[in-house]
């Protein structure tokens, strides 16, 4: 039984090797203000513009031109979305707690800084450690 996957309709824009460069034909699944919905559309509509276009892995082969419907584990994109914004606000906002603790304004400061980045070190190393989790990949599933 395969597990729940959030799906996107798209269009083959280019080739490299076992993945397809696909230009999606919206922002986010569709499915913002449902539950579970992670709110993905107003973030693009907000901070993009132009085409969308994803690298994801072409498991059927399909051709440039293609339309094709891509599909990611269901919870991946928030997941995603709260480790990497989440977590390093909290670590920021946690160390600027401790760097006041010791001092003033200045030390909170410091203590931000180091808090954010070091967060960023982890997720960067974390989400290197993770590229190979097949199961979060985005990846084209049938072709229209």
């Known amino acids: ?21 696909v ?13 579970g919905g992670c709110g993905g559309q107003q973030l693009t509509q907000m901070f993009c513009s132009g085409p969308k276009t994803h690298r994801v892995e072409n498991t ?17 994109v928030s997941r995603t979305a709260n480790f990497a914004y ?8 946690a160390g600027a707690a401790l760097g006041a603790s010791f001092g003033g304004d200045v030390s909170a400061m410091i203590g931000a800084g ?13 989400s290197r450690r993770n590229t190979g989790n097949s199961a979060e990949r985005p990846r084209i599933i049938s072709r229209s």
């Open 114 to 126: 180091i808090g954010l980045s070091v967060a960023f070190l982890y997720v960067i190393a974390r």
């Open 86 to 93: 989440i977590l390093p606000l909290t670590v920021a906002i």
């Open 60 to 76: 059927l082969a399909a051709e440039v031109g293609d339309r094709v419907t891509i599909a990611i584990a269901a919870g991946s």
């Open 23 to 35: 230009e999606v034909e919206q922002g986010g699944c569709g499915r913002c203000h449902e539950k």
């Open 1 to 21: 039984m395969e597990a729940e996957q959030t799906t996107i309709k798209a269009i083959v824009r280019s080739l490299d090797g076992r993945f397809a460069n």
